[in-house]
């Protein structure tokens, strides 16, 4: 899918999404009071020399105060709310592939939710399942924080776009075909932010201006990713000479190794397994490489540890890799081998995950045997 359709499609089910989660939604405020009523007990609950007696009324006025809460809410309209935001999950699902698994998460959330409310309708003073269900509010809370920053994130790389087909002058233009597939808006966000990086790092190299000649997208095609930017010419030449350099590596020492590599990091290593050196005076003004390599080694030091992790980033998955018009590839048996381990190390951001709210704080809440166990050992005391 051509980037731009996917940026407005996408983002149009966002902000249909979000009026759910902005707008006065039933449930967001049946949610706000319980989650009010919780604080409130975990802050009386936890002071310092709270008696058992105390924290026995502390906890019964709170199981109270969300049993009221309960009976006073129209919970027929918090499930109607609740359903319309799965249905728009749903829509969200056939028309932007991207969010595919987040809202693949956050339904599935949704429909825990509701059958741990119907209970709660059954059992209002039941004070492990309202922790339960201030839990998965909290992680749908979370979710919908996650595609806010989905929002953003098409924000930006929308502005970045410019389907102009022609680089400016003193531009160069960089096609990339990558083979591995998208999974999520996180992915994609990560593999352009690496782009941008091992740009940004290559221009502090040569010592061009990059808000003179920034990074800039032209073309982007989803699924797997293709993408076509320009940037500087000498500065595009390097990073098409490096990500050349960094695939065969990777692919040569599968092939010897039978094992995932990484990109060496250190200068030393990349001069003898890249020949960086060469590249960096063949490119560069003589001025401006016997600068980097006597006065500025440890700016040539960070900018190689960064374009190589990033570099890294992007091709670790790759078993095919087009640079313009020149396809770099493992060949049968080690494709599919290559693959499968590649698999086994997917980084985080490739597919979504449910972030991890901070946890409801917890009290176990008293029972009666301790009061009456203490009761017992005074008696006996006396």
């Known amino acids: 899918m051509n980037f731009k359709d996917m940026n407005d499609q996408t983002h149009q089910v966002l902000t249909e999404l979000m009026q ?9 405020g049946f949610y706000q009071k319980i989650r009010k009523q919780h604080r409130e007990y975990f802050a009386e609950a936890k002071k310092e020399n709270v008696s058992e007696n105390k924290f026995q009324n502390i906890h019964q006025n709170f199981v109270g105060q969300v049993n009221g809460i309960v009976q006073q809410t129209d919970l027929g309209r918090v499930f109607v709310s609740l359903h319309e935001q799965t249905e728009a999950l749903k829509e969200a699902l056939g028309q932007a592939p991207l969010l595919k698994e987040g809202a693949e998460n956050l339904l599935s959330e949704l429909e825990e939710l509701w059958g741990r409310l119907t209970e709660l309708m059954r059992k209002p003073q039941h004070f492990p399942l309202i922790i339960d269900i201030l839990d998965r509010c909290e992680r749908i809370e979370q979710q919908f924080l996650y595609f ?7 924000a930006n790389a929308g502005e970045l776009l410019n ?3 022609e680089p400016p002058e003193n531009f160069a233009v960089i096609d990339l075909g990558f083979s591995a597939e998208i999974r999520s808006l996180a992915d994609l966000n990560f593999r352009l932010n690496s782009l941008q990086v091992v740009y940004t790092e290559t221009c502090l190299l040569f010592g061009v201006k990059e808000t003179e000649f920034p990074l800039t997208v032209s073309k982007v095609e ?5 993408s076509r930017l320009f940037g500087e010419s000498k500065v595009i030449d390097f990073i098409i000479w490096f990500f050349k350099g960094g695939i065969r590596y990777l692919h040569r020492t599968f092939t010897v190794e039978g094992k995932l590599a990484r990109i060496p990091v250190d200068v030393q290593t990349l001069g003898q397994q890249l020949d960086l050196h060469r590249k960096l005076k063949e490119l560069l003004p003589e001025d ?3 600068t980097l390599v006597t006065e500025q080694r440890e700016v040539l030091a960070k900018s190689c540890v960064l374009i190589a992790k990033h570099t890294q980033n992007l091709l670790e998955r790759e078993a095919k890799l087009r640079i313009d018009s020149e396809v770099l ?12 381990a590649a698999a086994k190390q997917l980084p985080e951001h490739s597919t979504f995950k449910v972030i991890e709210p901070e946890s409801v704080e917890k009290i176990v809440p008293p029972s009666d045997k301790p009061i009456k166990e203490k009761a017992s050992e005074d008696q006996q005391e006396n």
């Open 163 to 165: 389907e102009s087909t």
């Open 148 to 154: 806010e920053n989905c929002q953003r994130f098409l």
């Open 329 to 340: 590839q493992l060949e049968y048996p080690y494709h599919e081998k290559y693959l499968k």
């Open 288 to 290: 401006r490489y016997s």
């Open 222 to 226: 989803t699924g797997s990713l293709w």
């Open 20 to 28: 759910h989660r902005l707008g006065k939604s039933p449930f967001w």
